[in-house]
């Protein structure tokens, strides 16, 4: 699977983007999809998890309530919605995809087999 992120760019506090995340292949249904986050300086976290079919969704606690994942499997794609954006969103935005664990373990992530590049999202004050 190959993964293309798009959609950052910058924005002031209070507002939103919505980045979406391309997949390749024919078996995207199969796939749990997430999104990461690295701001400058740190690791790697996790932001929000969708399964394969849409039905179950998780998140990091920093974006609940104001994140939206979602994906549509007819055009191979995950969304992700931010409203309420913060500074401290402020991060280069990964998309991965696995199919071997369940939701337990989304916010691992040592699970994810193909990640995308990467889309850089600026918040501004």
């Known amino acids: 699977v190959q993964l293309q992120a798009s959609g950052g760019g910058l924005v002031q506090a209070g507002g939103f983007l919505r980045l979406s995340c391309a997949a390749s292949?024919?078996?995207?249904?199969?796939?749990?999809m997430g999104w990461f986050r690295q701001a400058p300086g740190k690791g790697r976290a996790f932001v929000a998890a969708?399964?394969?079919?849409?039905?179950?969704?998780s998140y990091a606690d920093s974006v609940k309530g104001r994140f939206t994942i979602s994906r549509d499997n007819a055009n191979n794609t995950v969304y992700l919605l931010m409203n309420s954006l913060k500074p401290e969103d402020t991060a280069v935005y990964y998309c991965?995809?696995?199919?071997?664990?369940?939701?337990?373990?989304?916010?691992?992530?040592?699970?994810?087999?193909?990640w995308g590049q990467g889309t850089q999202v600026t918040v501004s004050s």
């Open positions: 969708i399964s394969g079919g849409g039905g179950t969704t």
């Open positions: 991965a995809a696995e199919r071997h664990y369940g939701s337990t373990y989304y916010s691992r992530e040592t699970i994810y087999e193909f």
């Open positions: 292949g024919r078996t995207f249904s199969s796939y749990v």
